[in-house]
């Protein structure tokens, strides 16, 4: 077994590593047959009969970008022959993508909150900001890691439990070799805290918060799916967009619209991507999670469906509560109150509340997600919901802490960075600016760097502000 396999989930492993994530050729459609038919057999179709010809299809496409552009009309056909086998009734009634499907399938209790002062809806805007990029920056090194060596790591550096940025420093150059950790920006775009400059670097999962904030800006409140995807082809660059974006992106530019763009050779439609572009929406909705989780349905049914939906509805309907209430356990029904309560996303996340109430630990319930989502299958690792379950645990198991939380969301492992962000947001919203240790903010110097056309310095000032002016009475 090599050195690095026992650090990295398996399927990051299995390219070299200037291609992981940001640099996948998300568009190869050949690399990518198996999760579609992964993502069709959730659906509840019936595909079975198709899943040795996918699997061979995408492994052997992983093996070279020439056997990759061969396989490309081949794979072409296997999309369209799952496409002519129906989802399950009842689950595609369970888990609709269309409003009013939605609407019909949630429950009728609303959460209702009154809006606070200005001045204490400023400085929850501005929490949730400065905490949003501070789980990012936290998250981002460790994005990939397997669980096992993670926890391994942070011993070893005594950081466990995280109460500190991880940085390039805590490791001699034996952990280096041990882990197979790579230092020095911009070599490495996934930076330790002492290699970040004097501003949080570029990282999708703020990229796409500063863009909605441009959206409401542009087109106001009742913008469309189509505005959205106006302003990911006109001012964010292509090649930042991962997964289901990108996806839509290319859907986009060659005029299709949704929902067509969410669906059309795109086999991350209920991965994560909705979910980490939430935020905004709740802001600007403070104590009305419904209005919050129906703008937020809007931007994702441009790239996603069903449980990929409602993750972004669910964090906004939370972070619209947040605004106005600090009771953790309050603010998770209220994001449950907007979702399809039938739908795996919502089973999921009341499995976890239930396993909670029950006196599991914090570290049986993280094991308990690992046996359930296999963290060395892309699919699983990008998906909704495992990521949203571990937002779900670092919040009930925060203590209502700024840093415990965003130590449980670390150590749970999957997708740190959009989870970080995610929890980090929710937990300065609840928090306050002044409720966030101020070590988590100082390092980054308040700045956030963006790809966002026009937007490519701004200050946490700047952002809160411009967030408030768009808030109605």
Known sequence: MEKRD??????YLRREKKYAMGNVP???YSTKIYAQWQQARDEGRDVAGLEAACRAVQTMAENSSEDARRLQSTAFSLYDAIQTIPPSPKQA??????YSGILAQCTKKHFHGVLPEKSLVHERVLGGWAGRVAGCLLGKPLEFWALEPLRDMLQEIENSPISRYIAAADFSRQMQEKYDIIVG?????QPWIDEIGDNA??????????????????FGRKFTPEDVLFTWTNWLPGAVCCTAERIAYLNALQGKRPPETAVLHNPYREWVGAQIRAEIFGWVNPGNPQAAAEMAFRDACASHVRNGIYGEMFIAAVIAAAMVCNDISRLISAGLS?????????????DAINDYHAGMSYDEAVDKLHRRYHEDDMFDWCHTIPNAVIVVLSLLYSEGRFDKALDRC????????????????IMGTVLGFSGIPAYWTDCFHH???SSVDGNHLLTLDELAQRTCALIQP
């Open 6 to 11: 026992r650090c990295r989930c398996g399927w």
């Open 26 to 28: 998300f568009e190869t």
């Open 93 to 98: 009634e369970e888990e609709p993508s269309d």
């Open 185 to 189: 920006s911009p070599l490495n775009k």
């Open 201 to 218: 670097p570029i990282d999708d999962d703020t990229n796409y918060t500063v863009l909605n904030l441009r959206l409401l800006e542009t």
């Open 338 to 350: 907007e979702i399809p309560e039938r739908s795996r996303l919502a089973k999921a996340i009341k």
């Open 410 to 425: 670390m150590r749970a492992g999957m997708d740190t960075d959009s989870n970080g962000a995610v929890v980090g947001a």
């Open 447 to 449: 700045k956030l760097a």
